[in-house]
């Protein structure tokens, strides 16, 4: 069932209407070393493989050779006196041909840069926000939210 209800009719002239996919899929690192040919997606509990498939096909041109799912079960933990389970996550494990291969991105590259540097603007950074004086009429409320 969709999880969208989209209006068949509206009056007036005729509207562009963007019709939203009811499936998601999310690149994650895998947890365990896997070979370089192989990515790990979390998807939308109701896809399929074949969804996963169609999904990779359609959208991004991705030829895969096998998908293979599972359902990963949420932990359960006890804060006080009840007990709470996280949600449960369907991983969807895809296989790319034999030439293709992945490699995760890196996101937060290294960079040489100036660490004293940084630690002079941050200490400025602190020293402002303990200089900083709030409305005295009243206090724990930023200024700009004033009426």
Same mark, same amino acid.
């Given at each position: #069932?969709?999880?969208?209800?989209? $209006?068949?009719?509206?009056?007036?002239? $005729?509207?562009?209407?963007? %019709?939203?996919?009811?499936?998601? =899929?999310? =690149?994650?690192?895998?947890?365990?070393?896997?070979?370089?040919?192989?990515?790990?997606?979390?998807?939308? #509990?109701? #896809?399929?493989?074949?969804?996963?498939?169609?999904? =990779?096909?359609? &959208?991004?041109?991705?030829? $895969? &050779?096998?998908?293979?799912?599972?359902?990963?079960?949420? @932990?359960?933990?006890?804060?006080?006196?009840? +007990? +709470?389970?996280?949600?449960?996550? @369907?991983?969807?494990?895809?296989?790319?041909?034999?030439?293709?291969?992945?490699?995760?991105?890196?996101? =937060?590259?290294?960079?040489?840069?100036?660490?004293?540097?940084?630690?002079?603007? #941050?200490?400025?950074?602190?020293?402002? %926000?303990?200089? %900083?004086?709030?409305?005295?009429?009243? $206090?724990?409320?930023?200024?700009?939210? @004033?009426?």
């Amino acid at each position: #069932m969709s999880t969208r209800w989209y $209006p068949l009719y509206q009056k007036g002239n $005729p509207q562009l209407r963007v %019709f939203l996919p009811n499936f998601w =899929l999310k =690149l994650v690192k895998p947890e365990r070393n896997q070979p370089n040919n192989i990515i790990q997606f979390h998807c939308s #509990m109701e #896809m399929t493989r074949f969804d996963v498939k169609n999904y =990779l096909e359609k &959208i991004y041109d991705i030829h $895969p &050779i096998q998908v293979n799912t599972r359902i990963a079960l949420g @932990k359960t933990h006890k804060p006080t006196n009840f +007990v +709470v389970k996280d949600d449960d996550v @369907k991983i969807a494990y895809v296989t790319l041909p034999k030439g293709e291969t992945f490699t995760f991105p890196n996101v =937060l590259p290294e960079d040489n840069t100036d660490k004293s540097q940084l630690k002079e603007t #941050m200490n400025e950074h602190k020293k402002n %926000f303990q200089d %900083f004086k709030g409305d005295s009429k009243m $206090p724990g409320f930023p200024t700009w939210f @004033k009426v």
